[in-house]
């Protein structure tokens, strides 16, 4: 029975969605008025909608087999049927199952469809849209049967199956059936004839359908009609009635019938017919109701007969309550009860034997686990309060549905079945809460006692893996100590080897240290490649150059980053919204390069992947990530604006950290805000190294023409004696030493500089801090540009992002009045009429005209007006 889909991967841990409708092993009144209703959406100028809407026990189901059959054998449609009870309750069981219900249809419905849900990428909008295209080219007509449609849970599901039945493709009929009105409306579909619609009172038994149920029975017409009366029509009830109307008796069980109360109906004639069986029967019933649906092979084992199937088919007077349908691999037979009576038989085994009812939680659990089906495993290893049965099956089965993407239906069986609660039920519901980015809820189940108590290392590294990842999202410190316990022994299961070094990679990938995350994500991918686990392979590959991007290597960056996009195309998940981070990595590397251009067609590519949802650390440093470039693309290399109520960044890379300082440092002095450039000088001391800050500091120095004081500082940077954090960092020392070199007429001093900081640029990939020198070493530059080989290109797109004509000297700080007396300059008003504005006399007007003009290195207003526009200070 144990299924690995495309990916090497288990298939759903439940019995996957039924492809084709439920067979009727036993005769059945066929209901040819109801029919003919139902096959009007077959006909092109019909209506392509169906709802039937009833409580169980109606036939909905039974009609629709019916249905299927005739429209089958009729040669009229192809039909996909899903029944939803059994997929789950999330977005992507049911699109899953939607899926694997239309691919079952046809030959052709398989091609179109094909790779449409990618196993990483959630079943959003963009996922509708992509359906409804290719669902045009379905073939004409393909009917789908959403079966059981009340168990929807999410709403997202709810709005788009909204979205289908108004905008339903023209091959595709959709047919709902449900125990209630579906929650998105269909009254638009109503108003235009679009739907065709049986409720309770069409679906009703007849009296002469009820005559045709209890044919052969010693009934009067009037006990028919009284039938008829009790039940109200009532279809199981009617077939109920007939088992127990059957047996001989002086007639006492039909006045039983008659003084049942409503209420109590449905229990009164499960119970009779329950009791009419034999207690060999009653036992197998009673124990294959644990499980929603099964085979023979899992009624023998919950059971210990090697005939419990053969006995459960030939309970006569239950037949009617059996569903009968192929299993997941298409070969074998599984069946259902009908839900009424699965309710009352768990009930039944409940009240007997509490003991027997989690033994069969137990021996399901084992099944499951032995044929592949790990969320039903873990379900009844829950169910069962067997604590050393739950933490077996958790610590084999739970990393690979992490790994899978299932953790949100691994949540939803924690959450639904747990009794107890043990050490890796409490660490699994935080590693799902840490990676959704729920801090408190993680929290809470680390706090569990079970988890300190816990002595299994497998736990005790989850837990501490969990740990560094909520302190890498609250911005605490990471010890030595936390991320040396995280780790995983080489003799533990591959899966659980993997899904450790992902979060421990994916929680320090951008922490500064590349040799751990490099390391881990290294062994990821080594193992994923192994295992034939695409998605975490492109997963790490995708971190994997964000490690090489943390240290400020964009060479590799961009190695490594389209290493991944070409991997994910080949492996076909290029849906994976990870790429879109892989995106981002490239645009960077682009950048750094100083091609502007590039970097914004990968930016772009990014925005629109990085929409979907992704890892929670990974979400919250690539919006950073990709804000920063947006906003530096945007300001032709400059930073974002600073403004009063500027976040901090602290989600960026170190690489990026150090970028994203200097550009504030540069825009602030730009715009004479001393009280930013403070600021952001502080915050990227107590972020980034010595020699970082220093180099800023030295900048804001050169900025009010205190190059000598500025040089003094630089040179411990210079000659290696204070470190920086990033190698951008050093470049920038050197450049704004060589720019002090060349004002101070030192050529040859200068030209070392120069060279030492383009080796750098060369080796790491990241030239953007020459686009930023100061117009005198541009100007130098570019006439040293042949001795500088190599470089030429790289030293050309410089000049020209710099935009500064070579006669423009830096702009200085200028002071808060100066500012004040900058804005009035593009006024007509006269200087006694600016120092009147301002409330100051004309004297002091003129003092600070003098040296704005001495400052941006013009001689007129005109000339001080458009440089300060040329340089964002207006």
């Not at 019933?285 to 099964?294: A, F, G, H, M, N």
């Not at 991007?549 to 492996?571: K, V």
């Not at 490239?586 to 914004?600: F, H, I, M, P, T």
Request: hydrophobic fraction near 45%.
């Amino acid at each position: 029975m144990g299924q690995r889909n495309e990916h090497g991967v288990d298939v759903p841990a439940r019995p996957r969605a039924v492809q084709s409708w439920p067979r009727l092993r036993v005769p059945v009144v066929r209901r040819d008025r109801l029919l003919e209703s139902v096959l009007r959406i077959v006909d092109q100028s019909g209506p392509p909608l169906a709802l039937l809407s009833a409580p169980a026990g109606f036939g909905k189901t039974t009609l629709l087999s019916q249905f299927c059959q005739d429209v089958t054998d009729q040669g009229l449609a192809n039909v996909g049927w899903a029944s939803l009870d059994t997929s789950g309750t999330y977005a992507r069981s049911i699109w899953r199952a939607v899926l694997a219900a239309l691919e079952a249809s046809s030959p052709e419905a398989r091609d179109v469809l094909a790779d449409l849900l990618s196993p990483r990428r959630p079943p959003d909008d963009t996922f509708l849209g992509r359906f409804l295209e290719r669902a045009r080219e379905l073939p004409d007509p393909t009917i789908l049967v959403l079966d059981d449609l009340q168990v929807l849970a999410s709403a997202a599901v709810v709005s788009q199956l909204g979205v289908l039945s108004r905008r339903l493709p023209p091959p595709m009929r959709l047919v709902l059936s449900s125990r209630h009105d579906p929650a998105f409306s269909l009254h638009e579909a109503r108003l235009a004839g679009n739907l065709v619609e049986l409720r309770a009172r069409e679906l009703a038994f007849s009296t002469d359908e009820t005559a045709e149920v209890l044919h052969g029975l010693p009934l009067s017409t009037d006990d028919i009609a009284a039938v008829v009366d009790l039940t109200e029509g009532w279809p199981a009830g009617v077939q109920l009635a007939r088992s127990v109307l059957r047996r001989p008796g002086d007639g006492g069980r039909l006045a039983a019938l008659f003084n049942a109360q409503a209420g109590v109906l449905a229990d009164y004639l499960f119970q009779e017919s329950f009791t009419a069986t034999s207690s060999e029967a009653q036992e197998v019933l009673l124990r294959t109701s644990v499980v929603p649906q099964l085979n023979d092979d899992l009624a023998v084992e919950l059971t210990g007969r090697a005939d419990a199937g053969e006995l459960i088919f030939r309970m006569e007077d239950l037949a009617p309550l059996l569903h009968r349908f192929d299993g997941p691999d298409g070969q074998d037979v599984w069946f259902s009860y009908h839900p009424l009576l699965r309710s009352y038989l768990r009930a039944e085994l409940a009240r007997r034997d509490r003991n027997e009812l989690r033994a069969c939680h137990r021996r399901a659990a084992l099944w499951f686990g032995r044929h592949r089906y790990p969320l039903a495993a873990i379900e009844h290893s829950l169910a069962s309060a067997d604590v050393e049965l739950i933490d077996e099956q958790l610590r084999r089965l739970a990393p690979g549905l992490l790994l899978n993407g299932e953790s949100e239906q691994l949540r939803q069986v924690l959450t639904e079945q747990r009794q107890v609660t043990t050490g890796w039920t409490a660490v699994i519901g935080a590693c799902i809460a840490a990676h959704e980015g729920e801090i408190a809820d993680a929290r809470r189940f680390l706090a569990e006692p079970e988890v300190a108590a816990s002595t299994d290392p497998q736990v005790q590294s989850l837990t501490a893996a969990v740990t560094l990842r909520l302190a890498r999202l609250t911005g605490e410190p990471l010890s030595d100590d936390l991320i040396e316990s995280s780790g995983a022994e080489s003799s533990w299961p591959d899966e659980m080897r993997l899904l450790l070094a992902l979060i421990r990679g994916t929680a320090l990938v951008n922490q500064g240290d590349s040799t751990v995350p490099d390391q881990d994500l290294e062994q990821a991918i080594t193992l994923a490649t192994t295992m034939g686990r695409s998605m975490a392979e492109v997963y790490s590959r995708t971190l994997w150059a964000a490690a090489a991007l943390g240290r400020g290597d964009f060479r590799e960056t961009s190695r490594r980053a389209e290493l991944a996009l070409a991997r994910a195309e080949e492996l076909g998940e290029v849906h994976d919204p990870i790429l879109g981070y892989a995106e981002l990595l490239v645009a960077w590397a682009e950048y750094q390069r100083l091609d502007d251009d590039g970097a914004s067609k990968h930016l772009a590519r990014a925005q629109d992947r990085l929409t979907d949802s992704l890892d929670s650390i990974v979400a919250m440093s690539a919006r950073a990530q990709a804000d920063l470039l947006a906003s530096a693309l945007q300001l032709n290399g400059s930073a974002r604006s600073d403004d009063e109520g500027e976040s901090e960044i602290e989600p960026l890379p170190t690489a990026l950290l150090a970028y994203a300082s200097f550009a504030r440092v540069r825009r602030a002095l730009a715009g004479g805000r001393t009280d930013l450039v403070r600021r952001a000088v502080d915050e990227a001391a107590d972020a980034l190294a010595e020699g970082d800050a220093v180099t800023l500091r030295a900048m804001a120095m050169t900025a009010q023409g205190r190059d000598d004081q500025s040089r003094r500082m630089l040179r411990p940077v210079v000659d290696g004696r204070t470190e920086c954090e990033a190698s951008s960092s050093l470049v920038a020392a050197l450049l704004l030493d060589a720019s002090h070199a060349i004002r101070a007429e030192h050529p040859f001093e200068a030209f070392d500089g120069i060279q030492r900081a383009l080796e750098i640029c060369a080796s790491t990939g990241g030239y953007r801090e020459l686009a930023t020198a100061s117009p005198e070493l541009l100007v130098y530059v570019s006439e040293q540009t042949d001795r500088l080989d190599g470089h030429a290109d790289l030293i050309g797109r410089a000049v020209e992002l710099a935009r500064l004509p070579p006669d423009v000297p830096q702009i200085a700080l200028l002071t808060d009045r100066e500012l004040d007396i900058l804005r009035e300059l593009p006024t007509l008003n006269r200087v006694d009429e600016i120092a009147a504005n301002l409330m100051v006399s004309t004297n002091t007007v003129k003092t600070h005209i003098r040296g704005v003009y001495r400052k941006l290195g013009v001689r007129s207003r005109k000339e001080a007006v458009r440089i300060a526009r040329r340089r964002g200070l207006l």
